[in-house]
């Protein structure tokens, strides 16, 4: 049945509007695809002119390094910066503090940082360097409920105050298969520490695990001063490690030895001279000595650590303050020696263990040692350390005088890091917060809690209640009990901060009647201290 007219032109318009609007749709779509074909021209050009660039010779954009800037104070004995990011051969670019820096293919000189932000600058190859180095320690201290035991003798009172406890500069590098220290120590303003040359040495180290030394340093000898003064738990070591050191050892040291070492072993031998400062030159004999030192890290883990070790200390020679009468004929000045320390703070010089002078014309020192054994180790961040001494001085003519000291030491960091182990020296190191001091993170650094107790006993062939000048053998230096409590605060790996308490029990017998105090009776002392340490090291 055809249809009728009438239906047939609705149905007409209705095929010619959606011819229309496929018509439309077609002139969109071929817009489109203009389109992003010219955008795909575009982005072949871009990735054509990339190509390019990748192909040509690159010009880098770097920030200008910082000048060699005050960092880690060199480890003993050698250690160099290690090799880090840098820019080589910079040339200023204007205003802007930048450089360009045109790629080459010989390698180019750079700018290292250690892991203790000690900035040096390198050669190409990392064998030929050099960087500045030191410390500041600025300490602030105070002593009170000072109780002498006698008012005739012995010292009434300790003052309190300041002192720039050290104040050293200097450069340490490396010359090849050889690396090279020297520190000038300009602190101790307030007691009668030396001050001067700190170390100027010269070390062999081309050899793995092997070292020889030669020059002004501090001394490896005892687990206490292997330690550097950078990462003490306490502001000052033991007094039984000072009287150890006192024979032929310690800061300031002229010597020349050698050291095998490891993570898991230190073996070393040195001959030992006068000091840079305090060890005369004119018309002396001078001080001559030797130690030898082995230390095991008998147990080694992530998390853990058992360090044991003995050394052996020589006093071969006493030093000799010199004759310096006009008289031909003089027998000389005995060769003496002297063992003293101030009681575990550097704030009053006053020294209160004090053998005074052994030695005399007819009975001069002849020689001297010392027997250390030392212990240390760590458990996740708990950390232990501890020595014990046998002092002996020989004189000629005269019973051998012998005495002991020891100290413990433990540390307990609240916010979980741990002292590492330093091979070089044989070892441990200060922490290293794992969370810098940044008020903008929320983050306050690392706190460690600290306690030791010491003691020394320097009284030998001493019989009380009679003179020291009817016992030519005997030494009368005394006997000191100390313990200390310490909060240290880090808030970085450059700064440190040091709040101590000490109370030190001295007792000592009177030896003479000149004073009025009784031959016998206790002229020593006790009292408590409180120090702070202001620590940068750069």
């Known amino acids: 049945m055809a249809a009728s007219p009438a239906l047939a032109k609705p149905k007409a318009a209705r095929v010619a ?96 940082i250690n892991d203790n932000n000690h900035f040096s600058l390198q050669s190409a190859d990392g064998r030929y360097s050099i960087g500045l ?101 306490f502001l000052e070591r033991s007094t039984p490690t000072n009287i150890a050191i006192n024979y032929n050892a310690g800061d300031f040291r002229s010597n020349a030895g050698f050291r095998f070492y490891s993570d898991r072993y230190w073996l070393g031998a040195y001959v030992t001279g006068p000091s840079s400062s305090s060890d005369s030159h004119t018309q002396t004999g001078e001080r001559l000595g030797a130690f030898e030192r082995a230390a095991f890290q008998v147990l080694k883990g992530p998390d853990y650590s058992l360090h044991l ?23 000389g000045t005995p060769d003496t020696l002297s063992l003293s320390d101030q009681p575990e703070l550097r704030i009053d010089p006053t020294t209160l263990v004090n053998s005074g002078a052994i030695g005399t014309t007819a009975n001069p020192v002849t020689g001297g040692s ?24 020989d004189r000629k003519g005269l019973d051998d005088a012998s005495f002991d000291g020891g100290y413990a030491q433990v540390a307990w960091i609240l916010t979980g890091e741990n002292h590492k182990y330093n091979p070089l020296a044989g070892s441990y190191t200060r922490i290293v917060p794992a969370h810098p001091f940044s008020v903008k993170e929320g983050n306050f650094g690392a706190f460690e809690l600290a306690a030791r107790v010491s003691y020394i006993d320097e009284i030998a062939n001493y019989t009380p209640n009679l003179s020291l000048a009817s016992q030519t053998d005997a030494i009368n230096g005394g006997r000191q009990a100390g313990y200390t409590l310490g909060v240290n605060w880090y808030p970085n790996s450059v700064l440190r901060f040091m709040l101590d308490y000490n109370y030190i029990d001295f007792d000592k017998s009177q030896t003479t009647t000149a004073t009025g105090a009784p031959l016998g009776s206790n002229i020593g002392s006790h009292f408590n201290a409180i120090s702070l340490r202001s620590q940068v090291v750069f």
């Not at 008012?151 to 490396?174: E, F, H, K, M």
């Not at 070790?309 to 027998?331: F, H, K, M, Q």
């Not at 996740?380 to 350390?385: L, T």
């Open 17 to 112: 509007h959606r011819t229309s609007t496929l018509k439309t749709q077609v002139q969109d779509l071929t817009a489109l695809v203009k389109q992003l074909s010219a955008r795909d021209e575009a982005l072949q050009s871009q990735v054509q002119t990339l190509q390019a660039q990748v192909n040509s010779p690159p010009v880098q954009t770097a920030a200008v390094p910082p000048p060699p800037s005050y960092g880690q104070s060199p480890q003993p004995y050698g250690q160099t910066a290690q090799a880090g990011g840098g820019s080589p051969d910079v040339s200023l670019g204007g205003q802007g503090g930048s450089a360009t820096v045109a790629s080459e293919a010989k390698p180019q000189p750079r700018v290292a």
């Open 133 to 233: 180095v030191g410390v500041v320690q600025f300490d602030a201290g105070g002593y009170f409920g000072f109780h002498p035991d006698s008012r005739y003798t012995g010292p009434q009172d300790l003052s309190s105050g300041v002192n720039a406890r050290r104040a050293r500069i200097g450069v340490s590098g490396a010359a090849g298969d050889f690396s090279y220290t020297f520190i000038y120590d300009a602190g101790n303003s307030q007691d009668t520490t030396q001050r001067g040359i700190e170390a100027l040495q010269l070390t062999y180290n081309g050899i793995k695990g092997f070292a020889a030394d030669i020059g002004y340093s501090s001394t490896p000898f005892t687990l206490d001063q292997a330690t550097s003064s950078n990462d003490l738990l």
């Open 309 to 331: 070790g003995v050394a052996y200390d020589e006093l071969i020679r006493a030093p000799n303050s010199g004759d310096t009468t006009s008289s031909a004929t003089s027998v």
């Open 370 to 393: 010392v027997f250390d054994v030392e212990t240390a180790g760590t458990l996740r961040n708990f950390f232990y350390q501890g020595e014990y001494f046998h002092y002996t001085v």
